[in-house]
């Protein structure tokens, strides 16, 4: 584990929230139509004055502004969920998928994609699949008396190898559905606007929160199952509330950005960086860092290929995988 | 101060044979009592009908050979481990019927293997005060001043914004004792505090122990693996074999050469230390 030097909170969560507010507003001006930051400031906050262009207050509210925010939010969430799941697991190789909520997602968008269930139904169907292959794992775990947190990830990971075999069989069935299915896999927050917001948004916001008032218990499970046991911590209490948090907060994410890897993954360690290892600063300070990385890495997936655009998963995982192994480098040889 | 034994704990201790602690009723403040306890892991009986109990102001050393049951008796009583038969009741009360909270405000267990994760010394030992101020709540101020009671007691004052993963081994098990003294426990279990220590800590952490209990009046029960520590630290002895309790007493009736030499199936010579008169185990050569 990599613990350098440490900052007060007084430091890093106001620069963490002006790094973000300078990325969204970079990221609001970019795009087919070019805005200058002061512009997308000035339709942010003074839409109705006579110097902002109309032109300008439509893109920034109409077009673009859920789009960040959602960036945002599922940035937040993802990275929120992996800190919770590695503190929980105490590894930190866990990430928001580890107990089985990509492999559901993934069948029920596809489910609903070949289905033709149009509008809401792709990411309403994520949603529910991801929170039922949640269920079903914990189900299983706690029926079989191997209640441990072991057990759990291990029949994470058994489900998940079934549900995207499932899924490949189904993307071979019905190839013509094939495009769609898989750029929903590859996870990008293209053509997304408010209603996805409004959809994903209050869910992702109740289980950050839920996360963060967790963060003692999430501590205590740091040290062992039998060390919280002995702390008085209600142990499978305890794990089903994070469980419940994170697989909400990640099934929100899901439903409105598809399986973007990496973020839940990453930015919980680079958080670890300067806040240490404490869930009470370890889970905010992911949060914004989550958020901070998927508006930046939503930003260049909107512009490295314009007028094309690349799934934002894609380019989490092409710039992260490299960014993170140079990052675990650095932590060694310091 | 030394705590006098009563009659039933010294009866027949000195000799290899099964031993029932005479039980009294106790629902004093944080006495702890195993009674006709069974517990089995993985199908193998491990403890089989043992009978003790802790009281407050004593230090209760747990010793026996690799394998007596040591460790998962000190599990049983920490409510680690639910027995198959019998009991363990905390001042009267059934363990297994207490909420966990109101179990660790009265008992805390300082165990033996450390996984740690690099939180900082003080959110560790904080973790502590979790059983008086809930899980959800951000600790007070008198949570913070029991924090600093418990690192300035265990000698971690200057410690606290350090990583307990980068603490040495010695300052870790004092971290992970304080995090138990932070629960303001009544009755203090200790799994092999001083294993992989060297001789200065070693000597701090059962001098801690002994205060805890003749200062304040804890119950603490402690597992042992050196027999001259558990000399030089308990108020009593039990001495485990084959899951079961064979003798309990003062050092100086437990620790005989033919009781040791018999349970331990090595001969041994005892003699006294120089300073406290405290029964010394030496194992003979083999002939």
């Avoid at chain 1, 400031?41 to 502004?65: C, G, K, N, Y």
């Avoid at chain 1, 949603?127 to 759990?152: C, E, H, P």
Wanted: aromatic fraction near 4%; charge should be positive; proline fraction near 6%.
């Amino acid at each position: 584990m990599i613990s350098r030097i440490r900052l007060s909170p007084m430091v890093w969560a106001p620069s963490l929230l002006i790094g973000l507010a300078a990325a969204g507003t970079l990221s609001l001006g970019l795009g087919a139509v070019w805005l200058s930051p002061g512009e997308v400031a000035r339709a942010l906050l003074a839409p109705d004055s006579p110097d902002v262009r109309a032109t300008a207050v439509t893109i920034v509210w109409d077009l673009r502004l859920a789009r960040v925010l959602l960036a945002a939010v599922v940035g937040a969430g993802l990275a929120g969920s992996g800190a919770a799941f590695q503190g929980m697991f105490r590894t930190p190789l866990a990430d928001p998928f580890v107990i089985g909520a990509s492999g559901g997602a993934a069948l029920g968008a596809t489910l609903a994609i070949i289905g033709r269930i149009g509008g809401v139904g792709v990411p309403a169907a994520a949603f529910i699949g991801a929170m039922a292959a949640v269920m079903l794992v914990y189900g299983i775990t706690m029926a079989s008396r191997a209640s441990s947190a072991t057990a759990l990830l291990l029949a994470g990971a058994s489900l998940s190898t079934v549900l995207s075999a499932i899924v490949s069989l189904l993307m071979l069935i019905s190839d013509r559905d094939l495009h769609e299915i898989f750029s929903w896999l590859l996870g990008g927050l293209s053509g997304r606007s408010w209603p996805a917001l409004a959809m994903s948004g209050p869910a992702l916001l109740v289980g950050l929160a839920a996360l963060w008032l967790l963060a003692r218990p999430l501590d205590a499970l740091t040290g062992g199952e039998e060390v919280a046991r002995s702390l008085g911590l209600p142990l499978n209490t305890a794990r089903a509330a994070i469980v419940a948090a994170a697989s909400l907060t990640t099934a929100a994410a899901v439903a409105a950005g598809g399986l973007i890897g990496f973020i839940g993954l990453a930015a919980p360690h680079i958080a670890r960086l300067f806040c240490g290892s404490g869930h009470a600063r370890l889970i905010p300070a992911s949060a914004l860092v989550g958020a901070l990385l998927l508006v930046l890495a939503d930003s260049a997936a909107r512009t490295v290929m314009a007028p094309l655009e690349l799934p934002v998963g894609v380019l989490t995982a092409l710039l992260g995988g490299p960014f993170f192994l140079w990052m675990l480098g650095w932590g060694g040889a310091r | 101060m030394k705590i006098p034994l009563s009659p039933d704990a010294v009866a027949g201790a000195s000799r290899p044979r099964p031993h029932q602690e005479m039980l009294s009723p106790d629902h004093a403040a944080g006495s702890l009592a195993a009674t006709d306890l069974r517990c089995d892991l993985g199908g193998r009986a491990v403890l089989d009908g043992v009978q003790l109990q802790a009281r407050p102001g004593e230090v209760l050393a747990l010793i026996g050979p690799n394998g007596a049951g040591k460790t998962t008796l000190l599990r049983a009583l920490a409510r680690l481990l639910r027995p198959l038969g019998g009991a363990v009741s905390l001042e009267g009360q059934d363990i297994w019927r207490l909420r966990p909270r109101p179990l660790a405000r009265r008992m805390a267990l300082a165990p033996q293997g450390a996984e740690l994760w690099p939180l900082t010394v003080e959110q560790f030992v904080g973790l502590g005060r979790a059983p008086h101020r809930g899980w959800l709540l951000p600790l007070a101020p008198d949570d913070r001043a029991a924090v600093q009671a418990a690192l300035e007691r265990t000698g971690l004052g200057a410690m606290r914004e350090r990583q307990v993963t980068e603490l040495s081994g010695g300052e870790q098990r004092r971290a992970i004792l304080a995090r138990a003294l932070a629960q303001q426990p009544r009755v203090l279990l200790l799994d092999e505090p001083t294993a992989a220590l060297d001789l200065k800590y070693q000597a701090a952490i059962l001098g801690m122990a002994r205060r805890l209990a003749h200062e304040d009046g804890l119950a603490v029960v402690i597992t042992l693996h050196d027999l001259n520590q558990a000399a030089g630290v308990a108020d009593r002895l039990a001495l485990l074999a084959g899951g079961r309790v064979v003798a309990v007493g003062a050092p100086d009736e437990v620790l005989t050469a033919e009781l040791i030499g018999a349970t331990y199936g090595v001969p041994v010579a005892v003699c006294r230390h120089p300073l406290d008169g405290t029964p010394l185990i030496t194992p003979l050569r083999g002939e």
